[in-house]
């Protein structure tokens, strides 16, 4: 994404070598120290990352914490919230894409810790450029009184945390999931993905996390992104890109399936061309672009690129680029509305199913979260290898898509492998 107006000023200075994840977090806890502390988000790749400080307008709806909002009202309260022009930031959780007849957990016992849905448009933005082998730049898009309160400084050191220390697998997910498949193998449904919590300790350090995305696999459609407001904190380093371009055209870098890493190249080699021919996995995938296909298609044309597997750190996904000829008159909450995703195939069927398996709110997990410049150019990440902190503690969520071919062992497998995934660090 570009957007116009740049400027340098030489009291924004960066040190070489740094990256601009590492340096927006700097930004970010120089504006979490202010007092009172003001909302930031930082949201882009290990090159390039938007820094949105402060909140001039915003948006924060909870659609179950008293009376529930209705999801046509949720959607038109977003839409009039967006104005054209203007820097747009935010996240859409999951509860938005329950129909309005779910019985969803309400009140402060029951529903999600954090607002279903929580967008702003910011006081100041930065844009970090860090190219390998240049100095960096830090530009100032819109300006603001706050930005001349920060005084960002690199963060004390931190250790690495493996979480699967934390993890206590419940045989809740392991029943879940075999109870869904005999409800796919009876014809209730095709795919439907399913997800726990992991509860985790509160040192955990959410910033620190954000500053050390993972460098090794394809990291090109990675996002690194870092949210704090007075509601909820969010840091995760998302693979799946679900939205990049603007409201003319734009493409949405769907995964779907996956499969495990191994550090000997030969062994590694042999996985990989396991993965492209394991039938479960390929219906996965095949299943999960045909639902994002129908719901993008709402919105104009969809055409498909080729199939492609892209590795991470430990593991590996299917992924398969489609690209949307966007339809004139297509309101924005539409579009978002198409972008969240449900895992869930067919939709009535399966979230019918999903309301009774998952009776505690996923908050913002699995919803989406980007930004969208003056200019109308956007990015839209799905919530994914994320840590979270908000009124029920600090936590994650590891999920699993459920098809007629699957095993309760397998994609219990599976949660542990994205768990594997997660960065996470706490202070050394």
């Known amino acids: ?21 590492s340096l927006a977090a700097q930004w970010c806890r120089a504006a979490r120290e202010l007092s009172p502390p003001v909302s930031v988000m930082a949201f882009g790749t290990f090159n390039s990352v938007y820094l949105l400080v402060g909140e001039a307008h915003k948006l924060s709806l909870h659609r179950y914490l008293e009376q529930p909002i209705i999801a046509a009202d949720l959607w ?38 954090s607002p279903t849905l ?8 930065l844009r970090i450029d860090a190219e390998p082998g240049s100095h960096p730049r830090v530009s100032v898009l819109r300006d603001a009184p706050v930005l001349r309160a920060l005084r960002p400084r690199p963060l004390e050191p931190a250790a690495a945390v493996g979480l699967a220390r934390f993890d206590r697998e419940s045989p809740q997910f392991s029943a879940s999931v075999a ?27 959410l910033l620190g996390s954000f500053a050390m995305p993972p460098t ?10 870092y949210v704090a407001t007075p509601g909820i904190e969010i840091a995760g380093h998302s693979p799946e890109l679900l939205a990049q371009g603007n409201s003319r055209r734009f493409t949405c870098y ?49 055409s498909a690129g080729a199939m492609e597997v892209m590795d991470r750190r430990g ?41 009774e398996i998952e009776t505690c709110s996923r908050g913002a997990y699995y919803g989406v979260i980007g930004l969208r410049t003056p200019e ?53």
Not at 76 to 81: G, H
Not at 87 to 113: C, E, H, I, K, Q
Not at 118 to 125: N, R
Not at 191 to 204: F, N, S, Y
Request: charged share 25%; hydrophobic share 40%.
């Open 254 to 302: 769907k995964l779907s399936g996956t499969g495990p890493r191994h550090r000997d190249p030969q062994q590694d080699a042999r996985l990989r061309t396991e993965l492209l021919a394991d039938a479960k996995v390929l219906q996965e995938h095949a299943l999960s672009q045909q639902a994002t296909r129908r719901a993008l298609a709402t919105l104009g044309r969809v």
């Open 118 to 125: 929580h967008f702003w448009e910011p006081d100041a933005v």
């Open 315 to 355: 593991l590996r996904h299917l992924m398969t680029p489609l690209t949307v000829d966007v339809k004139a008159g297509v309101a924005w909450s539409t579009l978002m509305q198409a972008l969240v995703q449900t895992g869930a195939a067919p939709r009535e069927p399966a979230l019918k199913a999903l309301d």
């Open 1 to 21: 994404m570009a957007s116009a107006g740049i400027s340098n000023p030489p009291r924004y200075s960066a040190t070489e070598g740094d990256s601009a994840v």
């Open 179 to 205: 109870r869904t498949i005999r409800a796919i193998r009876r014809g209730e449904s095709e795919r439907l993905t399913l997800a726990r919590r992991v509860d985790l300790p509160d040192d955990l350090d």
């Open 76 to 113: 038109n309260r977003l839409e009039a919230f967006c104005r054209p022009g203007r820097f747009l930031a935010g996240y859409v959780g999951f509860d938005a894409v329950w129909a309005d007849g779910a019985s969803r957990p309400t009140g402060p016992g029951g529903a999600a810790a």
């Open 216 to 225: 090794a696999g394809d990291v090109h459609l990675m996002r690194s992104f």
């Open 376 to 428: 109308g150019e956007f990015e839209f990440s799905q919530v994914l290898r994320s840590l979270i902190r908000d009124g029920s503690g600090v936590h994650t969520f590891v999920g699993a898509a459920v098809t007629g071919q699957s095993t309760a062992e397998g994609e219990t497998a599976e949660t542990r492998l994205k768990l594997d995934d997660i960065v996470a660090v706490r202070p050394a």
